[in-house]
Protein backbone atom coordinates (compact mmCIF):
# COMPACT_ATOMS: atom_id res chain seq x y z
CA UNK A 1 0.00 0.00 0.00
CA UNK A 2 1.69 3.15 -1.76
CA UNK A 3 0.83 6.81 -0.11
CA UNK A 4 1.13 9.72 -2.14
CA UNK A 5 3.50 12.30 -2.16
CA UNK A 6 1.26 15.49 -1.77
CA UNK A 7 -0.62 13.26 1.20
CA UNK A 8 2.45 12.99 3.09
CA UNK A 9 3.32 16.37 2.64
CA UNK A 10 -0.33 17.47 3.73
CA UNK A 11 -0.34 15.41 6.75
CA UNK A 12 3.30 16.54 7.99
CA UNK A 13 2.16 20.03 7.36
CA UNK A 14 -0.80 19.45 9.20
CA UNK A 15 0.75 17.86 12.69
CA UNK A 16 4.08 20.17 12.71
CA UNK A 17 1.00 23.36 12.32
CA UNK A 18 -1.30 22.34 14.82
CA UNK A 19 1.05 21.45 17.56
CA UNK A 20 1.59 24.75 18.93
CA UNK A 21 -1.02 26.46 17.89
CA UNK A 22 -3.49 26.05 21.21
CA UNK A 23 -3.99 28.13 24.55
CA UNK A 24 -1.12 26.95 27.62
CA UNK A 25 -3.57 26.36 30.05
CA UNK A 26 -7.16 25.18 30.27
CA UNK A 27 -9.91 25.71 32.58
CA UNK A 28 -8.45 23.07 35.34
CA UNK A 29 -5.62 25.72 35.53
CA UNK A 30 -2.83 22.97 34.48
CA UNK A 31 0.34 24.64 32.89
CA UNK A 32 2.11 24.73 29.22
CA UNK A 33 1.67 20.55 28.38
CA UNK A 34 3.29 17.91 29.68
CA UNK A 35 6.73 16.60 29.14
CA UNK A 36 7.97 13.45 28.76
CA UNK A 37 11.26 11.94 28.75
CA UNK A 38 11.79 8.12 27.60
CA UNK A 39 14.58 5.33 27.98
CA UNK A 40 14.74 1.86 26.90
CA UNK A 41 17.65 -0.04 27.10
CA UNK A 42 18.34 -3.57 27.25
CA UNK A 43 20.88 -3.74 30.19
CA UNK A 44 18.11 -2.79 32.18
CA UNK A 45 17.08 -6.08 31.96
CA UNK A 46 20.76 -7.73 31.48
CA UNK A 47 21.14 -7.90 27.59
CA UNK A 48 22.95 -5.65 25.12
CA UNK A 49 21.36 -7.18 21.86
CA UNK A 50 18.92 -6.14 18.95
CA UNK A 51 16.91 -3.13 20.15
CA UNK A 52 19.70 -2.02 22.62
CA UNK A 53 18.21 1.64 22.89
CA UNK A 54 15.81 4.25 22.57
CA UNK A 55 15.75 7.97 23.80
CA UNK A 56 12.10 9.87 23.42
CA UNK A 57 11.69 13.81 24.69
CA UNK A 58 7.86 14.71 24.27
CA UNK A 59 5.77 17.52 24.42
CA UNK A 60 1.80 17.24 24.32
CA UNK A 61 -0.05 20.36 24.41
CA UNK A 62 -3.06 20.49 26.63
CA UNK A 63 -6.40 19.99 25.40
CA UNK A 64 -9.14 22.16 23.42
CA UNK A 65 -12.46 21.61 22.13
CA UNK A 66 -12.79 22.20 18.84
CA UNK A 67 -10.34 20.02 16.01
CA UNK A 68 -7.62 22.07 13.99
CA UNK A 69 -8.43 24.00 10.85
CA UNK A 70 -5.63 22.45 9.32
CA UNK A 71 -8.17 18.91 9.65
CA UNK A 72 -9.63 20.07 6.14
CA UNK A 73 -5.85 19.67 4.64
CA UNK A 74 -6.55 16.08 5.59
CA UNK A 75 -7.55 14.12 2.44
CA UNK A 76 -10.76 11.77 3.62
CA UNK A 77 -9.02 8.37 3.65
CA UNK A 78 -6.17 9.41 5.42
CA UNK A 79 -8.28 11.40 8.05
CA UNK A 80 -9.15 8.87 11.32
CA UNK A 81 -11.66 11.73 13.05
CA UNK A 82 -14.78 12.46 13.49
CA UNK A 83 -16.86 14.75 15.38
CA UNK A 84 -16.83 15.78 19.25
CA UNK A 85 -14.22 14.86 22.18
CA UNK A 86 -11.45 16.83 23.37
CA UNK A 87 -7.91 16.85 21.01
CA UNK A 88 -4.56 17.47 22.00
CA UNK A 89 -1.30 17.65 19.87
CA UNK A 90 2.87 16.51 20.27
CA UNK A 91 5.81 16.92 19.22
CA UNK A 92 8.84 14.85 19.58
CA UNK A 93 12.47 13.69 18.99
CA UNK A 94 14.13 10.49 19.73
CA UNK A 95 16.60 8.08 18.09
CA UNK A 96 16.86 4.19 18.45
CA UNK A 97 20.03 1.57 18.32
CA UNK A 98 19.74 -1.69 16.97
CA UNK A 99 22.84 -4.09 16.84
CA UNK A 100 23.65 -7.50 16.56
CA UNK A 101 24.26 -9.82 19.96
CA UNK A 102 28.26 -9.79 19.35
CA UNK A 103 28.95 -6.14 19.10
CA UNK A 104 32.73 -6.75 19.91
CA UNK A 105 32.96 -8.96 16.57
CA UNK A 106 34.54 -5.77 13.90
CA UNK A 107 33.56 -8.10 11.01
CA UNK A 108 30.20 -8.64 8.96
CA UNK A 109 27.56 -11.05 11.14
CA UNK A 110 25.97 -12.10 8.19
CA UNK A 111 23.29 -14.26 10.19
CA UNK A 112 22.56 -11.22 12.78
CA UNK A 113 20.06 -7.99 12.33
CA UNK A 114 22.12 -5.36 11.03
CA UNK A 115 23.17 -2.07 12.86
CA UNK A 116 21.13 0.63 12.45
CA UNK A 117 20.34 3.71 14.32
CA UNK A 118 16.70 6.01 13.32
CA UNK A 119 17.00 9.88 14.64
CA UNK A 120 13.34 11.38 13.71
CA UNK A 121 10.89 13.84 14.80
CA UNK A 122 7.41 12.96 15.32
CA UNK A 123 4.27 14.78 15.04
CA UNK A 124 1.12 14.01 16.56
CA UNK A 125 -2.44 14.72 17.06
CA UNK A 126 -5.32 12.83 19.27
CA UNK A 127 -8.87 13.05 19.66
CA UNK A 128 -10.46 11.31 22.85
CA UNK A 129 -13.91 11.17 23.78
CA UNK A 130 -15.13 10.13 26.84
CA UNK A 131 -18.21 8.15 27.72
CA UNK A 132 -20.99 7.98 30.46
CA UNK A 133 -19.42 6.37 33.63
CA UNK A 134 -21.58 2.91 33.43
CA UNK A 135 -19.72 -0.45 32.84
CA UNK A 136 -20.64 -0.94 29.21
CA UNK A 137 -19.63 2.31 28.42
CA UNK A 138 -16.21 2.92 26.61
CA UNK A 139 -14.07 5.99 26.77
CA UNK A 140 -11.76 5.68 23.15
CA UNK A 141 -8.62 7.55 21.93
CA UNK A 142 -8.08 7.54 17.99
CA UNK A 143 -4.20 8.88 17.56
CA UNK A 144 -2.17 10.16 14.33
CA UNK A 145 1.41 10.04 14.08
CA UNK A 146 3.92 11.03 11.82
CA UNK A 147 7.63 10.12 11.98
CA UNK A 148 10.28 11.94 9.85
CA UNK A 149 13.99 11.13 9.94
CA UNK A 150 17.05 9.46 8.57
CA UNK A 151 18.26 6.06 8.98
CA UNK A 152 21.88 5.40 9.05
CA UNK A 153 25.21 6.77 10.07
CA UNK A 154 23.52 10.70 9.85
CA UNK A 155 21.05 9.04 12.62
CA UNK A 156 24.35 9.17 15.11
CA UNK A 157 23.81 6.22 16.29
CA UNK A 158 27.94 4.67 16.03
CA UNK A 159 28.72 7.71 17.76
CA UNK A 160 26.22 7.65 20.63
CA UNK A 161 26.39 4.19 22.00
CA UNK A 162 30.17 4.40 21.60
CA UNK A 163 30.52 6.75 23.93
CA UNK A 164 27.84 5.52 26.01
CA UNK A 165 30.12 2.37 26.23
CA UNK A 166 33.33 3.96 26.38
CA UNK A 167 31.96 6.20 30.00
CA UNK A 168 30.17 3.23 31.82
CA UNK A 169 33.03 0.90 30.72
CA UNK A 170 31.11 -2.12 28.60
CA UNK A 171 32.20 -3.68 25.60
CA UNK A 172 33.05 -1.00 22.65
CA UNK A 173 30.94 -1.90 19.69
CA UNK A 174 33.01 -2.73 16.68
CA UNK A 175 31.12 -3.04 13.76
CA UNK A 176 29.08 -0.03 13.04
CA UNK A 177 30.69 -0.02 9.10
CA UNK A 178 28.22 -2.52 8.42
CA UNK A 179 25.47 -0.34 9.58
CA UNK A 180 22.41 0.17 7.43
CA UNK A 181 23.20 3.57 5.00
CA UNK A 182 22.10 6.68 4.80
CA UNK A 183 17.91 6.72 4.21
CA UNK A 184 15.36 9.21 4.85
CA UNK A 185 12.72 7.28 7.15
CA UNK A 186 8.98 7.68 6.90
CA UNK A 187 6.38 5.83 9.41
CA UNK A 188 2.83 7.20 9.77
CA UNK A 189 0.60 5.83 12.40
CA UNK A 190 -3.03 5.35 12.73
CA UNK A 191 -3.64 3.90 16.67
CA UNK A 192 -7.29 3.08 18.52
CA UNK A 193 -7.77 2.86 21.77
CA UNK A 194 -10.58 1.85 24.11
CA UNK A 195 -11.18 1.95 27.97
CA UNK A 196 -13.48 0.40 30.04
CA UNK A 197 -12.74 1.64 33.77
CA UNK A 198 -14.26 -0.87 36.01
CA UNK A 199 -14.11 1.89 39.11
CA UNK A 200 -16.19 1.29 42.27
CA UNK A 201 -18.13 4.87 42.84
CA UNK A 202 -17.18 4.40 47.29
CA UNK A 203 -13.35 3.42 46.15
CA UNK A 204 -10.20 4.72 44.93
CA UNK A 205 -9.40 1.78 43.92
CA UNK A 206 -10.00 1.12 40.12
CA UNK A 207 -9.86 -1.22 37.67
CA UNK A 208 -8.88 -0.30 33.76
CA UNK A 209 -9.02 -2.52 30.43
CA UNK A 210 -7.87 -0.94 27.67
CA UNK A 211 -7.62 -3.10 23.82
CA UNK A 212 -5.99 -1.17 20.76
CA UNK A 213 -5.82 -2.02 17.44
CA UNK A 214 -3.23 -0.04 14.98
CA UNK A 215 -1.65 0.53 11.59
CA UNK A 216 1.79 1.58 10.64
CA UNK A 217 2.91 2.58 6.72
CA UNK A 218 6.03 3.82 5.83
CA UNK A 219 9.57 2.77 4.86
CA UNK A 220 10.89 2.39 8.00
CA UNK A 221 8.13 0.58 9.45
CA UNK A 222 4.93 -1.37 8.11
CA UNK A 223 2.54 -3.25 9.79
CA UNK A 224 -0.91 -3.88 11.93
CA UNK A 225 -1.22 -4.73 15.17
CA UNK A 226 -3.99 -5.99 17.27
CA UNK A 227 -3.87 -5.69 21.74
CA UNK A 228 -4.50 -4.79 25.23
CA UNK A 229 -3.70 -3.77 28.62
CA UNK A 230 -5.18 -4.00 31.93
CA UNK A 231 -4.15 -1.92 34.77
CA UNK A 232 -5.37 -1.68 38.91
CA UNK A 233 -4.23 0.77 41.00
CA UNK A 234 -5.05 3.69 43.47
CA UNK A 235 -5.77 7.37 42.08
CA UNK A 236 -5.25 6.01 38.59
CA UNK A 237 -4.94 8.82 36.36
CA UNK A 238 -7.85 9.27 33.99
CA UNK A 239 -5.33 8.94 31.02
CA UNK A 240 -4.44 5.18 28.43
CA UNK A 241 -1.74 4.23 29.74
CA UNK A 242 2.31 5.02 30.06
CA UNK A 243 3.90 5.74 26.93
CA UNK A 244 6.19 3.83 24.67
CA UNK A 245 8.42 4.43 21.90
CA UNK A 246 7.12 2.79 18.96
CA UNK A 247 6.45 0.41 17.74
CA UNK A 248 5.23 -0.59 21.35
CA UNK A 249 1.81 0.96 22.06
CA UNK A 250 1.75 3.97 23.15
CA UNK A 251 -0.28 6.24 25.87
CA UNK A 252 0.35 10.20 25.04
CA UNK A 253 2.12 11.53 27.69
CA UNK A 254 -0.27 13.98 29.19
CA UNK A 255 -0.33 14.53 32.78
CA UNK A 256 -3.95 15.16 34.04
CA UNK A 257 -4.43 13.97 37.60
CA UNK A 258 -4.76 16.53 40.44
CA UNK A 259 -4.53 13.95 42.74
CA UNK A 260 -1.58 14.27 45.66
CA UNK A 261 -0.33 10.47 45.30
CA UNK A 262 -1.24 7.36 43.63
CA UNK A 263 0.02 4.34 42.02
CA UNK A 264 -1.52 1.42 39.63
CA UNK A 265 0.10 -1.52 38.33
CA UNK A 266 -0.42 -2.53 34.50
CA UNK A 267 -0.09 -6.03 32.15
CA UNK A 268 -0.21 -6.09 28.35
CA UNK A 269 0.31 -7.96 24.78
CA UNK A 270 0.22 -6.94 21.59
CA UNK A 271 0.76 -9.13 18.20
CA UNK A 272 2.26 -7.43 15.26
CA UNK A 273 1.88 -8.36 11.74
CA UNK A 274 5.17 -6.80 9.65
CA UNK A 275 5.23 -6.49 6.56
CA UNK A 276 8.21 -4.13 6.62
CA UNK A 277 10.79 -3.48 9.23
CA UNK A 278 14.15 -1.19 7.67
CA UNK A 279 16.17 -2.54 10.78
CA UNK A 280 15.88 -5.90 9.48
CA UNK A 281 15.10 -6.15 5.68
CA UNK A 282 17.53 -3.30 4.89
CA UNK A 283 17.46 0.23 2.95
CA UNK A 284 15.20 0.55 0.80
CA UNK A 285 16.98 1.96 -2.52
CA UNK A 286 20.66 0.55 -1.78
CA UNK A 287 22.20 -2.63 -1.30
CA UNK A 288 22.60 -3.45 2.56
CA UNK A 289 23.14 -6.03 5.20
CA UNK A 290 19.52 -7.53 5.64
CA UNK A 291 18.06 -10.95 7.52
CA UNK A 292 14.67 -12.80 6.67
CA UNK A 293 12.14 -11.03 9.29
CA UNK A 294 9.22 -13.03 11.04
CA UNK A 295 6.02 -11.90 9.90
CA UNK A 296 4.24 -12.04 13.74
CA UNK A 297 6.05 -10.72 16.46
CA UNK A 298 4.75 -10.23 19.68
CA UNK A 299 5.37 -8.19 22.62
CA UNK A 300 4.49 -8.62 26.48
CA UNK A 301 4.40 -6.04 29.12
CA UNK A 302 4.49 -6.06 33.24
CA UNK A 303 5.03 -2.47 34.92
CA UNK A 304 3.83 0.04 37.38
CA UNK A 305 3.65 3.41 37.72
CA UNK A 306 3.66 5.90 40.55
CA UNK A 307 1.76 9.83 40.65
CA UNK A 308 3.32 12.25 42.25
CA UNK A 309 0.30 15.29 41.76
CA UNK A 310 1.23 16.26 38.01
CA UNK A 311 4.27 14.08 37.89
CA UNK A 312 3.82 9.77 36.44
CA UNK A 313 6.90 7.85 36.64
CA UNK A 314 6.43 4.25 34.95
CA UNK A 315 8.52 1.52 34.43
CA UNK A 316 7.90 -1.50 31.74
CA UNK A 317 9.76 -4.72 31.43
CA UNK A 318 8.75 -5.61 27.97
CA UNK A 319 9.42 -9.47 26.30
CA UNK A 320 9.65 -9.66 22.98
CA UNK A 321 9.23 -12.65 20.37
CA UNK A 322 11.96 -13.74 17.86
CA UNK A 323 11.89 -10.99 15.27
CA UNK A 324 14.10 -12.85 12.30
CA UNK A 325 15.16 -16.19 11.44
CA UNK A 326 18.22 -17.50 13.08
CA UNK A 327 17.47 -15.49 15.99
CA UNK A 328 18.80 -17.50 18.90
CA UNK A 329 16.34 -16.18 21.55
CA UNK A 330 13.50 -13.68 22.02
CA UNK A 331 14.70 -10.47 23.68
CA UNK A 332 14.09 -8.22 26.74
CA UNK A 333 14.71 -4.57 27.50
CA UNK A 334 13.15 -2.21 29.96
CA UNK A 335 11.37 1.06 30.11
CA UNK A 336 11.32 4.29 31.76
CA UNK A 337 9.22 7.30 31.42
CA UNK A 338 8.76 10.61 33.08
CA UNK A 339 6.11 12.79 32.33
CA UNK A 340 5.33 16.14 34.22
CA UNK A 341 2.82 18.98 34.19
CA UNK A 342 4.37 22.46 34.67
Known sequence: MKTGTAEIIAIACFLAGVAPAYPLADEQGFGPGSFTVQFENDRIANTDRHYTHGTRLSWASEKFDDPPEQASWLPPILNPFDEGGSWRTAIALGQNIYTPENIAEPALISNDRPYAGWLYAGFS?????????????????????????????????????????????????????????????????????????????????????????????????????????????????????????RPGVSGPGYVDSINDMGFYVFAGAEERLVGRNIFLDGNTFASSHSVEKRPLVGDLQFGAAVIFGRMTLAYSLVMRTKEFKGQSEADRFGAFSLSFNL
Open 125 to 245: LFNEKRAPTDPESWDSLNTLELDIGIVGPQSLADETQTIVHERINVTRPSGWNHQLKNEPGLALVYEWKFRNRLKNASSELSLDIMPHTGLSLGNVDTHAKLGGMIRAGYNVPDDFGPPRI
